[in-house]
């Protein structure tokens, strides 16, 4: 079964920071170009950053940008997102996904989780 599972949020303060995990089962992410996106209650979901499948390029939300980083390691069939100095606007879930491309707005991007569940991320005093 093709799935992508989630993993490392969990709740922090506001400037603490925390590594999201991504795991694929059930296929290659070598080829694909791998993101993130967040739904926080009340709000639109929101591309958060994605990464070519080689690697070469990443693009980030401006709202995050210079704060999260994310990295793919293909032999380990993962992606991650580094989050630093996390905010409470940071509170949301977060889930990855297949991208349809990386080098266009994140706002256009085509997400494919393959039965992602999520991990909730809490930036709370």
């Known amino acids: 079964q093709l799935q992508l599972a989630e993993s490392g949020g969990g709740s922090v303060q506001p400037g603490g920071s925390l590594r999201l995990s991504c795991a694929a089962s059930?296929?290659?992410?070598?080829?694909?170009?791998m993101g993130w996106f967040r739904r926080a209650p009340g709000k639109e979901r929101e591309g958060v950053s994605c990464?070519?499948?080689?690697?070469?390029?990443?693009n980030y939300v401006d709202s995050v940008k210079g704060r999260f980083t994310i990295s793919r390691d293909n032999a380990k069939n993962t992606v991650y997102l580094e989050m630093n100095n996390l905010k409470p606007e940071d509170t949301a879930t977060y889930y990855c996904?297949?991208?349809?491309?990386?080098?266009?707005?994140?706002?256009?991007?085509?997400?494919?989780?393959?039965w992602g569940q999520g991990t909730q991320v809490t930036v709370s005093a």
């Open positions: 996904a297949v991208a349809n491309q990386c080098t266009g707005s994140l706002a256009e991007i085509s997400w494919t989780t393959y």
């Open positions: 990464i070519s499948f080689g690697g070469s390029v990443t």
């Open positions: 059930g296929f290659s992410l070598n080829y694909n170009n």
